[in-house]
């Protein structure tokens, strides 16, 4: 018994460490890769001949590390951690739970070694080759049976609202990935003409709308309340953006294919919930908001809160921004150029990202009982990655509306390259400064998760 005591004491919230250490990892590889395709975009013949590293390569590799090796795992860890909290009960499986964390890097690695093979299906999101889906697939079932058992034997009754999006975010997403990776078809992953580009960007759009949110939710109404040492705002409220964001979110992919040959009636269903997004979003965040009121000084006290609530205002430009941007009016300048680049910036790192950094700068003291190695280091890649998102949105949006105007004129794409060139340069010196704060971001947290002199590992 002593012995079995001893050991689970040991493995305690191993599995959050794990997805924390994977998010900073694959964060520092995953904007190397972006930082060499905005390089590439200044100077296209710098990577001439070199296969694996070509634009059309890696760009996907870009996109997938981002997606699946630095926000997920790292709004995962934090999941890892407050799941069983709120629970009352330990994780079900540490075990599992590490098992799951080797097959999602394993599924990492060779995403970033197919695709630099060429090795592709040529769909965005999903790109990934057969036996990677079904990892992926499997690594997210993995994550959903672990916590539902460990809601299964819980010790408190009620299940918190950051319970109810962890949960929902892991088993819709291993179904989305299933259908939109039509996994059913190993060799070739896509059904045939207009079908296969809607059930595409059905699953493409609930990357966003039933992983990152959802999980970025479940982080922000856990961190915030503990941090201003409020109790949430409301609830019912709560549970109202949880189940509009279900129903809403889950029609509004076809909104990326309103120049194309779908149903009518099925664009006009993208358009409308596109609009009635702002039900879930405003419900999120007045909650949020309202929790925090008159605590402003206690979050800018906490860098993990610090992260969690500026990636709550970014995630209302975001959503606002994207709500206009399914009018047909307004995307026939905007679609189909860099402004849709900012858009997603803005999203993926300034609202999920943030929040996944929070997330892990808040837990990773619980997870080891003593503050983070360097609280500057932390406060100095906050400002970083603001200043980045920030610069992203301004000079992609620029060079998004140059195109756009670009294209409803008429004009030849070599008379409008020359005039995109010195934003692409500015793209790419804010890429650098995000590559340069992940990898002090991979050094704070690797620093704060070791044992330090004179403690026992």
């Known amino acids: 018994m002593p012995a079995r005591s001893e050991e689970a004491e040991r493995l305690t919230y191993a599995t959050a460490k794990a997805f924390c250490l994977t998010s900073a990892f694959w964060m520092t590889v995953a904007t190397f890769y972006g930082l060499l395709g905005a390089?590439?975009?200044?100077?296209?013949?710098?990577?001439?001949?070199?296969?694996?590293?070509?634009?059309?390569r890696v760009r996907p590799i870009h996109v997938n590390l981002v997606l699946f090796g630095f926000v997920t795992p790292g709004l995962l860890g934090a999941a890892f951690y407050f799941i069983p909290r709120l629970l009352v009960a330990p994780l079900f499986s540490e075990r599992l739970g590490l098992f799951t964390a080797a097959i999602w890097n394993l599924a990492l690695v060779a995403l970033?070694?197919?695709?630099?093979?060429?090795?592709?299906?040529?769909?965005?999101?999903?790109?990934?080759?057969?036996?990677?889906?079904?990892?992926?697939?499997?690594?997210?079932?993995?994550v959903f049976f672990n916590f539902i058992m460990t809601v299964k034997k819980r010790s408190e009754p009620i299940l918190y609202v950051s319970v109810w999006y962890v949960l929902?975010?892991?088993?819709?997403?291993?179904?989305?990935?299933?259908?939109?990776?039509?996994?059913?078809?190993?060799?070739?992953?896509?059904?045939?003409?207009?079908?296969d580009a809607i059930l595409l960007w059905f699953y493409g759009h609930n990357i966003f709308?039933?992983?990152?949110?959802?999980?970025?939710?479940?982080?922000?109404?856990?961190?915030?309340?503990?941090?201003?040492r409020n109790p949430l705002y409301s609830h019912t409220l709560s549970l109202l953006g949880f189940w509009a964001l279900i129903v809403v979110y889950t029609h509004i992919g076809t909104h990326h294919l309103l120049q194309v040959p779908v149903p009518t009636w099925l664009k006009t269903v993208a358009?409308?919930?596109?609009?009635?997004?702002?039900?879930?979003?405003?419900?999120?965040?007045?909650?949020?908001?309202?929790?925090?009121?008159?605590?402003?000084?206690?979050?800018?006290?906490?860098?993990?809160?610090?992260?969690?609530?500026?990636?709550?205002?970014?995630?209302?430009?975001?959503?606002?921004?994207?709500?206009?941007?399914a009018l047909p009016d307004v995307q026939r300048v905007t679609h189909f150029n860099n402004w849709v680049i900012a858009h997603s910036h803005i999203g993926v790192l300034g609202f999920a990202g943030m929040i996944a950094l929070g997330g892990i700068?808040?837990?990773?003291?619980?997870?080891?009982?003593?503050?983070?190695?360097?609280?500057?280091?932390?406060?100095?890649?906050?400002?970083?990655i603001l200043i980045g998102v920030v610069g992203f949105t301004i000079v992609l949006t620029i060079v998004g509306l140059i195109q756009g105007n670009a294209w409803l004129n008429g004009e030849m794409v070599y008379r409008v390259l020359p005039e995109m060139h010195v934003y692409y340069v500015v793209?790419?010196?804010?890429?650098?400064?995000?590559?340069?704060?992940?990898?002090?971001?991979?050094?704070?947290?690797?620093?704060?998760?070791?044992p330090r002199s004179g403690e026992i590992a």
């Open 209 to 228: 709308g039933l992983l990152l949110t959802p999980l970025s939710a479940g982080v922000a109404y856990y961190v915030i309340p503990r941090v201003t």
């Open 361 to 384: 700068y808040y837990v990773i003291p619980k997870l080891t009982g003593r503050p983070l190695y360097s609280r500057f280091l932390a406060d100095f890649q906050y400002w970083m």
């Open 112 to 142: 970033v070694v197919t695709l630099s093979m060429g090795i592709s299906q040529g769909r965005e999101y999903a790109e990934l080759a057969w036996p990677i889906d079904v990892a992926v697939v499997a690594a997210f079932g993995l």
């Open 39 to 56: 390089t590439e975009l200044i100077a296209p013949d710098i990577t001439e001949n070199i296969g694996g590293i070509v634009f059309g």
């Open 168 to 195: 929902a975010a892991a088993i819709l997403t291993a179904c989305t990935y299933a259908l939109g990776n039509v996994i059913w078809r190993p060799n070739s992953g896509a059904l045939v003409g207009i079908p």
């Open 271 to 325: 358009i409308v919930d596109s609009i009635a997004m702002v039900i879930p979003v405003m419900a999120f965040l007045i909650n949020i908001w309202y929790t925090a009121k008159g605590k402003l000084g206690e979050i800018h006290a906490d860098i993990g809160g610090k992260f969690v609530f500026t990636g709550t205002i970014m995630y209302f430009f975001v959503s606002i921004q994207g709500s206009f941007m």
């Open 427 to 450: 793209r790419a010196g804010l890429g650098l400064l995000i590559f340069s704060t992940a990898l002090l971001g991979l050094y704070n947290i690797v620093r704060s998760l070791l």
